[in-house]
């Protein structure tokens, strides 16, 4: 910047972490500079990451209930079947992401925090408390902010297999999300969440579907029934679930695209599909930031902080995806940004807990977990009691006609505290909420089992699943 204004707080990144981040210290009273190298806020969340997947999975649940419209009694008429209106459903996508990058744009000014474009880096360490960050335009031009603080929320990207550059057939969370028709076919290349969530959603838009992951199961970091009930589900939807596959190659072929690999028991195979989506994970944005003039030191790429979200590098934070131990995901990356805000503002703040995140999981049916699993909690030592309840006998369930799925909960013999709850079904990334207040006010079974839960409700199920622990779910 041209003047001397020198920042409470400069942010490196204008996604999820950096823009919560930005305005919670404004609410603090702190003077803010938020730096963001494109032209739009939110960054892959809000542009081609949560929002827009999930806008695509509501018109796919929508169209699936559209094709069995007449079990709701929606008859089309003689003849007449629905027809998919795909730039529509793009529009309607698109137009939901416009509405909430001007939302930024108005918090942006409601909160008087200074917006800079351009792609920042580190100068170096501070220089009598005082860090220099340089951000360059897309003309070349290089301005430089100064700040006390400085909070480093540049985020991640997909990663590629080696040797592959996305295009239009070989697709990432990017080119997927702007494909000009759903493909026919469609190979998904690892099975956490961005996997299986495209695989969910093309599945529902008529594409063949076929997941090839390399480890023994789907979903690796859910429970282990989770896992097991989405792969059946998924197979009885259609979707060709295949673990323990390690690709070899991706390769073009005249229409489409070739994935050879080896299954499970050491084969090699092949399939083509028309499209193939790589998600294999993503790695953070930590290059070119000037990370190798400080003090912040990496592990696999990622930056290393403590519980209040400051590197080794004094008055630098990091936030959101590019932090070392946390999940990449929005809502972890916001609450690290209000934590690393807190700090600089000298306010009271609780270090994100790591195991009081909740996971969402956005496919048909969807997952929503926090805590231990089963496994985790017996490998820690607790005496484990698990209460497990089907969603098939929740009224509600039925009336919306999704009863697939479960609620499990996992809680400690002696005291009956709650240490973990694992849902699968209808809502369950709503649901999970509950069970977030819960562990966070370190509830019990039986405290739990006298709460009121409203009727028909499908958070009742979570009612029977505590009630499960002591094997006295009212409805199963
Ligand atoms: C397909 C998909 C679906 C997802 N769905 C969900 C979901 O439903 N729920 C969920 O919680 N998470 C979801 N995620 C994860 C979520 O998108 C990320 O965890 C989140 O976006 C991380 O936020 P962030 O602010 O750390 O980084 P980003 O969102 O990546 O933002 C970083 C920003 O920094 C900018 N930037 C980078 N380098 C610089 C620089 N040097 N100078 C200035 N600016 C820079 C970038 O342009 C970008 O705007 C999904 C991800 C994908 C790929």
């Known amino acids: 910047m041209a003047d001397n204004t020198v920042f409470d707080v400069a942010i490196l990144g204008g996604g999820p972490a950096g823009y919560t981040a930005a305005f919670r210290a404004a609410q603090y009273g702190l003077k803010v500079a938020l730096i963001e190298k494109t032209d739009k806020l939110g960054g892959t969340c809000l542009h081609v990451g949560c929002v827009p997947t999930k806008a695509l999975l509501f018109n796919a649940e929508v169209w699936d209930h559209l094709k069995h419209g007449s079990e709701f009694g929606i008859d089309l008429g003689e003849g007449v079947t629905p027809k998919l209106n795909w730039s529509a459903v793009q529009q309607r996508k ?12 108005f918090l942006v000014k409601k909160n008087k925090v200074t917006r800079i474009e351009g792609f920042a880096s580190l100068t170096g360490p501070a220089q009598a408390g005082v860090h220099t960050v340089d951000v360059s335009a897309t003309d070349g031009t290089v301005t430089q902010v100064q700040a006390k603080n400085v909070f480093l929320a540049t985020g991640s990207e997909a990663k590629m297999l080696p040797g592959l550059t996305a295009d239009d057939r070989i697709l990432t969370n990017i080119e997927i999300l702007a494909l000009p028709e759903p493909p026919k076919s469609l190979i998904v290349i690892g099975a956490g969440a961005v996997g299986v969530e495209f695989s969910s959603i093309f599945r529902s838009f008529g594409a063949e579907v076929a997941i090839l992951e390399f480890l023994p199961r789907i979903v690796p970091v859910e429970d282990e029934e989770v896992s097991k009930e989405l792969t059946r589900l998924f197979k009885k939807r259609g979707i060709d679930v295949n673990t323990g596959a390690k690709v070899e190659t991706v390769e073009k072929t005249e229409t489409g695209v070739k994935v050879t690999y080896t299954d499970a028991n050491g084969k090699p195979q092949v399939k083509e599909a028309e499209k193939v989506l790589v998600a294999v994970g993503r790695y953070g944005r930590t290059t070119g930031i000037g990370l190798e003039k400080t003090k912040v030191e990496l592990e696999r790429g990622l930056i290393k902080v403590n519980d209040a979200q400051e590197t080794a590098e004094p008055g630098v934070f990091a936030i959101g995806d590019i932090v070392f131990g946390l999940p990449q995901l929005a809502h972890v990356g916001m609450m690290s940004g209000m934590v690393a805000a807190a700090k600089v503002a000298g306010k009271k703040y609780r270090p994100v807990r790591h195991d009081r995140i909740p996971g969402c999981t956005y496919c048909e049916p969807p997952i929503g977990s926090v805590g231990l699993t ?7 030592g607790y005496e484990v009691k698990v209460g497990k309840f089907p969603m098939a006998g929740n009224s509600k369930a039925t009336i919306l006609g999704s009863h697939d ?16 709850v694992h849902i699968l079904g209808a809502q369950a990334t709503e649901l999970i909420a509950e069970a977030v207040t819960v562990l966070e006010l370190e509830g019990t079974v039986e405290e739990m089992m006298f709460t009121i839960h409203a009727h028909p409700t499908l958070s009742e199920s979570l009612l029977d699943g505590y009630g499960a622990v002591e094997g006295m779910a009212i409805n199963a």
Request: glycine letters at 14%; charged letters at 30%; aromatic letters at 6%.
């Open 374 to 380: 089963e496994t985790q909690a017996k490998e820690k």
């Open 405 to 420: 799925g479960f609620v499990k909960v996992v809680s400690e013999a002696k005291y009956g505290e709650i240490l973990g």
């Open 94 to 105: 698109n137009g939901i992401v416009v509405k909430h990058t001007k939302g930024l744009d």
